[in-house]
């Protein structure tokens, strides 16, 4: 049964091909450092234009962002309706259910939902651009037990696996006239077991069958492994992580001397 | 036994009228135009390549599946309206491997399951369910533990606990790999039985020598369109129709082609047609 | 334990017994067996009669439970304790649970990765596994979106690529359409008229078995019951011309009961189509131009 492992989509970009993933998650920690620096819209607005710059560098469609700008547009409105009326300050515009709503509340609002799009933004253009394949590599140069890292492919695996099963068991006892939708709450939990028997039943089957399969293949039969997947630090790696270490640098320089802040009073 | 289904109306067991079908909108197109029409008792076997469509063409007879474009009723119904529970009444379908459906630790309760389903009286669930272990010869397990049963005895527990809802349309879809030959023809004969009752059976197999031995009509799907449909013994003796669907007429068959210039016919079937024919051909 | 005869027979089982520890009956109990180097063996038998159980004992892969008697491989002694078995390489019944990989080329490189071969080498060798399994080209593709044939086929390069001269098989093709039948066992066949590989197969399609196998062993309730080149196994009553018996080739089955007929006699019988086609071709003829000459 056709189901995505991940939302990496491969694309012939820089980005993607170029930049070592260790490269790629310290640039997903600078965003983070920057959006949470900041809380003035203005800033984080320009900081993400420019991890929206990166997804246009990296070739990812608009529609692929979709999603992701959807749920982040979800937080900007929450986020609009309620800060105004915790934080105060600059001008006011008017009075709202006996409260007085200020210029600074909603900018701080806009603030926090720009930085909640940002680090939503910023992660699925991470998890676009970086294959869990090198990504894996990566960490095990970063220190990450091989055993680690193996079972990290393994689970990847088995969750579309178990997905499949849970689908095709759903329909067979469909097929056996189970329509829980149409059941009372207890019977619905009585006739679940249904469903959950026989994927108990599958799972700890298909573990134990891919268990077996890493075996016959060799895993863990020597101690570390080598690697088709080429990663490498290049010139480029280095001057990315040099100005990604001078942002972050500059940002929390910024933020002590209250910089780029519509208030002190909140992160 | 179970008892013989009243034939009054003769609508078709299945009638599916060009239709086509897509597994997501930017998916390739699986079924193109698929049209096949099944008259209530018969049996009926779906043979092709892997990927062909056939798992996909039986979805859509209970409903799993609803045809993007184009119609299909059973037993002149159509499939878009009711739920998949509601058609189960209508037509049972057997997945290949039993541990997907198993869950009761009784093999009497697994086989309930369904009649219970379908809010039958207790008497008659009670009755449906003892047929249906008597008709697929699992009666003196009905109160072992079903996962302790070896995988052909799960395979019949799995066609007992559709059986047991009497459906008068019947889909298996490749009951037969992962058996044996004694496990294989138990089931296929367990199905021509329920076919004696006048039942529709539609078998998915890639098992061709046991179609030729026991299901009197095949179809063969081929990257989603039907190629053939008739007697079993024409369509399996044209070996270049079911080349294009990656399939091969069963051996007996081909060697009988190539010994045609002795009189040997060439839609030879099975096993004893072929004893039979060269019988008399090297008798005096 | 090397010894002289390790350089002829690759394996040598003697008195194998196993017991999962969930049942009482022995899952192999007393399995007696010597595979010759380049020898290609078939296994068939009943649902749960002791098959896939005994691959795992050749592959090193004992599973929990009472064992008793002695495995050697390559020569090696075979035990839970065993180190890898390099010269092996097992594939399973069940296409979906034994790739592991995201990408085919990923999937590929696993085992040998595993063995902490150079990543040059297997970079190269990924084309070549691929052409020989005939999935060219698929280096990148998602695994999961290979059909059900394609993954059989790659778990099969996954064997080959770790280069084994044993390669163990266990139902390899049970879900595959007769034609993708054919193609993985003209995989095999290529394989084998290449490198000098030992094959042990597991498999129920007699037909594919008669045609291929060097000899054929039949198991049941953990025991081999029955063994023999195909020729001669296959006219055995007892194993397969019952109501109950095992599969054998449709031909087989006809030559049998020409044999019981007394039309041909047992030198005549055979297994293999090519085989049958030309004895009947030719005890045909030979009828035809006596039934001429008589009228
Ligand atoms: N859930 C799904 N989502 C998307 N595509 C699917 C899905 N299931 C099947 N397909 C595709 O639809 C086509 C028909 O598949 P189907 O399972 O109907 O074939 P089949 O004839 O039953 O084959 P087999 O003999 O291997 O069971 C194939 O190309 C398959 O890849
Ligand atoms: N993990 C297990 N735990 C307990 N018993 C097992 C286990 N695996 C197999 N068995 C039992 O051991 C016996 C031999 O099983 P095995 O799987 O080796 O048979 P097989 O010949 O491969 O059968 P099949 O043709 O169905 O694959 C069977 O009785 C089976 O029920
Ligand atoms: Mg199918
Ligand atoms: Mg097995």
Redesign the pocket.
Known sequence: ??VGYSIYVERPSLIHQRIDPRTKLAALGAVFVLALAFNHPAVLGGILVLVLLAAQLAQLSWRSLLPAMVGSLWFLVLSLLIWPFYVKGGPSLFILFGSTISVNGVLFGLAMGLRVALMVLAAGVWMMTTSPQKLTVGLLRLGLPYKAGVAMTAAIRFVPLLNAER?TITEAQQARALDLKRENPFNRAVKSIAIIGPLFVRSIDVAQSLALALEARGFAARDGRTSIVQIGMTTTDRIILIALAAACLLAIGLRILGIGLITRAYL | MAEPVQLQRMEPAIDVSEVRFR??AS??E?LHDVSLRVEQGEYVALI????????????HFNGLLKPVAGVVRTMGVDTRGPSVAELARTVGYVYQNPDHQIFAQKVRTEVAFGPHNLKLPPEEAARRVDEALELVGLREYADEFAFSLGRGLRQKLAVASVLAMSPPVLVV??PTTGLDLQGSRNILDLLGRWNADGRTIIV?T?DLALVAERVPRTVV?SG?RIIADGATSTVLSEADLLGKAFLRPPQVTRVAQRLQKFGIASDVMTVAQLRAQLRLALGE | MADSTSEEYVIEVQGLRFRYPSSEREALAGVDLVVRRGEFVGITGPSGAGKSTLCLCLKGLIPAGELSGRIQVGGKAVTRQSAFLERSALVFQDPETQIIGLTVAEDLAFGPENLKRDPDLIRAAIPRMLHEVRLDGYDEAETY?L???QKQRLAIADALILEPDILLLDEPTS?L?PVGKDEVFEVIAQLRRKRDVTVVMVEHAAEQLAEMADRILVMDDGQIVDQGPPHVLYRSAATFHRPDGERAPQIAEVLFGLLQDGLIDESEFCAREEDAINMLTDKLSRHHVRLASHG
Do not use: C, F, R, W
């Open positions: 049964m056709p689908i | 597994y997501s998916g390739p699986v092709g390549q892997n990927g062909g469509g056939k798992t996909t063409l039986a979805k879809d490749e998915i890639h799907i989603g | 979106q059909s059900g044939g879900e359409d």
